[in-house]
């Protein structure tokens, strides 16, 4: 399996989880899915991680965004694990985490991570679209935990630039302007924006939020 890049389809798995036998596919249905990775069960990092994701399970779904963890460890792990993470983090799991044992899936989106070791996955992130392809990729050292607002924002980014002809400039927030797409021309902008814009630079052009509905 070659190294997978933005826009590549996602490969499907079927995989044992917390929560039981799931095909990916079938689990992300016509939704989007978030995928991240753990080095092992009973990491202080991931622990905090998966309490995060937890509590921003509601936010995630707002999004039609489905959550799935992975850990190279056991079901039965996972599943005592998850009684820490609820303890620890004041919160309740609630969604599947992976058991790769067999590093299957691990292999398959590249997660292994010789540098540290044959067997850790390294801390990745991926949010994979309706189509089933690749939007977004991050990996994480081990030392760093994973920021879950960052996460959302990339997904209203995401969601709002699929469906509009428009990016998102830095540090954007929902509500906030956004850049037309160079390959619209002003003209043509003036009817697919109705809010107006404002030219800043010939290639600069900002606007506000198109609705998202």
């Known amino acids: 399996m070659g190294t997978l890049r933005l826009g590549d389809k996602a ?3 079927d995989a044992e989880t917390s929560e ?3 095909n990916f596919y079938d689990y992300i249905g016509d939704g989007w899915a978030i995928l991240f990775s753990h ?3 009973y990491t202080p990092v991931c622990t905090t991680e998966l309490g995060a994701a937890s509590k921003y399970k509601a936010e995630f779904e707002k999004r039609n965004v489905k959550v799935l963890a992975l850990s190279v460890d056991g079901v039965e792990s996972h599943k005592d694990w998850i009684k820490d ?4 983090q004041q919160t309740t799991v609630n969604f599947p985490i992976i058991a790769d044992e067999d590093r299957k899936v691990s292999e398959l989106y590249d997660m292994i991570h010789p540098n540290a070791s044959e067997t850790f996955t390294v801390r990745s992130v991926y949010v994979i679209g309706p189509d089933k392809t690749i939007k977004l990729m991050i990996t994480y050292p081990a030392s760093t935990g994973r920021n879950f607002a960052e996460l ?3 997904i209203d980014s995401l969601q709002l630039t699929a469906y509009h002809k ?3 400039p830095a ?3 929902p509500g906030e302007d956004v ?3 160079p390959s619209i021309s002003s003209e043509d902008a003036k009817g697919m924006f109705p809010k107006g814009f404002k030219e800043v630079k010939p290639y600069l052009r900002m606007t506000p939020q198109p609705n998202l509905n």
């Open 11 to 13: 490969p499907d798995f």
């Open 20 to 22: 039981g036998k799931i």
């Open 39 to 41: 080095p092992a069960d």
């Open 85 to 88: 993470i609820n303890e620890t």
């Open 152 to 154: 959302l924002r990339v």
């Open 166 to 168: 428009v990016a998102t």
């Open 171 to 173: 540090d954007w927030k």
């Open 179 to 181: 850049v037309i797409s």
